[in-house]
C-alpha cells in the first residue's frame, strides 16, 4: 500500500498495526532460529539488512557474494540449520550461485535468498534493472527453488526453503523475493498468524531392522573389514554413536577429508595413514556419510585392489546406493539413527582378525615414521613439509581450532600431515575440490563457533577469496590466515618459451601478501623459516587478532595438480 493509499483510508483503518514485506521476512527468519546472515548489500535489499541488522540479526556484509555463500554453505554444515547467504539481482545472484551449487554438491543446507526485479519486465524481456529469470536459472544447481509473491505467503515460504534445506539430504535451495515484496503492506495480526515455525525440519529416519541385519551379517563375515567415513558422518553430529560402534567393532577406519577428528587421526584404529593399503586389501567396507564418487576411485579399479569386496552403505539418500558399484548392504537412514541401531543389534561382538588388524598397524605406523623426519626440517627456502610439521604442532597445541584448507600441493599435503582431533575440525575444499571457499569459510566457522581459526591456503587458492580480508579485519575475527607462498599454481617455476608474457601458472615472484593484512589493520608477517612460522602463528592464535602470515615456500618444491595428477590430460603432441 502507498504512503498516499494510508492517508485515504478512514481514520479507524489507518489505525489498525500495519506490516509488510521486510518485517514479515525478518520475523519468519528470526522464528525460525536464524541468527546470522551472509550478505552483499544492494537494491532492493540494502534497507532489508538494515532492518535485519536492527532487529538483532546479525548480518556480515561481504566483499563478493560467492565469498558470502561459501559462508553460508559451511555455516549449514557446521550448525545443521541452513546458513543464509543474501544478494542482490541478476549479477549479485549469479555469484552467489557458485556456492548454492557447492553446498548442493557437498550435501550442506543452505538457503540463497536473492532480490529479483519486476516479475512483469523480466518476463516480457523488457529490459529491467539487473533483468533475470533467477528462478529458472536457480532450479538446476539446487534441491529446490522458489518465489514469493505475496506478503501473506512469507511464511509458508520460508518454512518451506528451511525444510527442503535440511530435511532427507541436505542441500541448497533457492528463495526468490521480487523487489515489489519487501514494500507490500499487509494487518499485522495476520501478518504474525501467517507465519510458519517449522517443526522438526529434519525428522529421524530410522533404519529397516531387516536392513541392520543384513549390514550386520555381512560384517561379521569380513575377514578385513574396514569403514570409511565421510563428511556425512561428521555433518551428523552422531559423534559419540560413531565412537562407539567403531571402537566396539574394532575395525580399522579411514576418515575423509572433512571427517577427519570425528575421532581422532591418532586413535589406534585409525588407518589414514595406511589408505592405499586399506583401500586395496579390504574385503568388507562400511561406508557412514561417504559417497564412492572420485574421492574414491567409484569404489573399483586399481586403488581397490583385485580382492572382491563388499560394501554396506549408511547414508539418508536411498539413491545413492548401486551409485558407483553394487552395495551388498545398503542401509538407508540418517547416521545417528542407523548407527545406533547397529550398535543395539551388535550383542557381544568379536574383534576383526587379529593378522589384519596387525597389517594396518604396523603400515600405518610404518609410513608415520617414515613421514617424521621430514616433518621436522628447517631448510629455507622452506619446503611443504618443514612448514606443515610447524602447523601440525600448533593444531595438536589447539585441538578446538578450525583448520581452513585450500590449495593442491597445499591441500594434500596438509591433510596428511596435519591431525585433527575433534569432529568437524577440518573444512576444505569439499566434493569438486574448488578454489575460492578459504575466506568465507574462515569468516562463518569463526562466527557460528566462536573458536579460533587457522586457514592454511596455497598463494593461488587464497586469490579467489583474498580480498575478504578486509572483512575478517572489519569484524575483527581471530582468523590467521597462513599463505603458503610458492609463486604460483602448483609451482613458481613454470616458463613460457614461446614469448615475454609469463607461463600461465606463475605469479609475481616474491610477493608479499602479508601486506595485504596490513593494509586493513590486521596483523601481516612474513615468515621464511619454520621457526619464523611457528613464532608469528603461535602469536596469531594467543592474541587472536586478524593475521596473515605469507610463508615463503620453495617455488621448486611443489608438484603438478598435488596428488591428483593423474586426473590431468596433457598432450603426447605437446612441444617440451
Ligand atoms: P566425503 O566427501 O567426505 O566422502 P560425501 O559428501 O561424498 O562425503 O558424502 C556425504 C554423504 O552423507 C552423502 O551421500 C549424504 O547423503 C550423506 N548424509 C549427509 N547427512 C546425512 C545424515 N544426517 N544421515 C545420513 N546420511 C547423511
Ligand atoms: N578454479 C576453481 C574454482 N577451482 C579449481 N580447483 C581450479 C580453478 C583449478 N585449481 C586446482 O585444482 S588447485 C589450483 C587451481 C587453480 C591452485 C593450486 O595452487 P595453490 O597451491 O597455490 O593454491 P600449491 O600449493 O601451489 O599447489
Ligand atoms: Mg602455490
Not at 70 to 75: C, F, G
Request: charged residues 20%; proline residues 6%; hydrophobic residues 45%.
Amino acid at each position: 500500500m502507498s504512503d498516499a493509499a494510508v492517508k485515504a483510508m478512514p481514520a479507524q483503518e489507518a489505525e489498525r498495526e500495519l506490516t509488510d514485506g521486510f518485517h514479515l521476512i525478518i520475523d519468519a527468519l528470526k522464528l525460525n532460529g536464524v541468527k546470522t546472515i551472509y550478505a552483499v548489500p544492494g537494491i532492493p535489499i540494502t534497507d532489508f539488512l538494515r532492518m535485519s541488522q536492527a532487529e538483532g540479526i546479525r548480518v556480515l556484509s561481504f566483499r563478493h557474494e560467492q565469498n558470502a555463500g561459501y559462508a553460508a554453505s559451511i555455516a549449514g554444515y557446521l550448525t545443521k540449520a541452513p546458513g543464509i547467504c543474501l544478494t542482490v539481482s541478476a549479477p549479485g545472484f549469479l555469484n552467489g550461485l557458485t556456492a548454492l551449487a557447492h553446498a548442493t554438491t557437498n550435501c550442506f543446507p543452505m538457503i540463497l535468498i536473492s532480490g529479483s526485479s519486476e516479475r512483469e519486465i523480466v518476463d516480457l524481456q523488457q529490459g529491467d534493472y539487473e533483468e533475470m529469470d533467477q528462478l529458472a536459472i536457480a532450479k538446476p544447481l539446487c534441491k529446490a527453488a522458489y518465489r514469493i509473491l505475496h506478503a501473506q505467503d512469507i511464511g509458508i515460504g520460508i518454512a518451506r526453503a528451511i525444510r527442503s534445506a535440511v530435511s532427507g539430504r541436505p542441500g541448497g535451495v533457492y528463495l526468490d523475493l521480487p523487489a515489489k515484496l519487501f514494500g507490500q503492506v499487509m494487518d499485522a495480526e495476520a501478518g504474525r498468524k501467517s507465519l510458519v515455525k517449522v517443526i522438526d525440519a529434519a525428522p529421524a529416519q530410522i533404519p529397516a531392522p531387516d536392513a541392520i541385519k543384513r549390514a550386520l551379517d555381512v560384517l561379521k563375515g569380513a575377514k578385513r573389514p574396514l569403514i570409511v567415513l565421510g563428511k556425512g558422518a561428521a555433518y551428523a553430529q552422531a559423534d559419540d554413536a560413531i565412537r562407539s560402534f567403531v571402537e566396539k567393532s574394532g575395525v580399522p577406519f579411514l576418515p575423509m577429508s572433512m571427517a577427519k577428528g570425528l575421532l581422532p587421526d591418532t586413535h589406534p584404529q585409525c588407518a589414514g595413514a595406511a589408505r592405499s593399503t586399506v583401500l586395496a586389501q579390504s574385503d568388507v567396507v562400511v561406508m557412514i556419510g561417504a559417497r564412492l564418487n572420485w574421492l574414491l576411485s567409484h569404489g573399483k579399479g586399481k586403488t581397490w585392489g583385485t580382492e572382491p569386496k563388499k560394501f554396506i552403505q549408511i547414508d539418508i539418500e536411498p539413491k545413492e546406493m548401486d551409485s558407483n558399484v553394487e552395495i551388498a548392504a545398503p542401509v538407508v537412514g540418517d547416521i545417528g539413527s542407523c548407527v545406533n541401531a547397529m550398535l543395539a543389534a551388535m550383542g557381544g561382538w568379536a574383534a576383526p582378525p587379529a593378522d589384519w588388524v596387525k597389517t594396518v598397524t604396523s603400515k600405518r605406523d610404518e609410513n608415520v615414521a617414515k613421514m617424521a623426519p621430514r616433518l621436522m626440517n628447517n631448510n629455507v627456502p622452506m619446503d611443504y613439509h618443514g612448514a606443515l610439521g610447524v602447523l601440525r604442532t600448533i593444531v595438536k597445541e589447539r585441538p578446538d581450532a578450525i583448520l581452513v584448507n585450500e590449495g593442491a600441493n597445499t591441500l594434500d599435503l596438509a591433510r596428511g600431515v596435519i591431525d585433527i582431533y575433534k569432529p568437524r575440525k577440518r573444512i576444505d575444499v569439499g566434493t569438486w575440490g574448488v578454489m575460492g571457499i578459504g575466506m568465507g569459510y574462515a569468516i562463518a566457522a569463526a562466527v557460528e563457533t566462536g573458536k579460533p581459526v587457522l586457514c592454511v591456503e596455497g598463494d593461488s587458492a587464497f586469490g579467489f577469496s583474498g580480498m575478504e580480508v578486509e572483512t575478517i579485519c572489519r569484524y575483527k575475527l581471530p582468523v590467521c590466515v597462513v599463505i603458503f607462498n610458492n609463486n604460483g599454481i602448483y609451482r613458481g617455476t613454470d616458463v613460457n618459451k614461446a614469448g615475454s608474457d609469463p607461463a600461465t601458472t606463475v605469479f609475481v615472484a616474491g610477493a608479499r601478501y602479508d601486506k595485504m593484512m596490513e593494509a586493513f589493520g590486521g596483523v601481516g608477517i612474513n615468515a621464511t623459516s619454520p621457526d619464523e612460522l611457528k613464532r608469528a602463528v603461535n602469536e596469531a592464535m594467543d592474541s587472536g587478532k586478524p593475521t596473515l602470515i605469507n610463508a615463503v615456500i620453495d617455488p621448486a618444491a611443489g608438484s603438478e595438480s598435488g596428488r591428483i595428477g593423474n586426473l590431468n590430460p596433457q598432450s603426447a603432441l605437446r612441444k617440451k
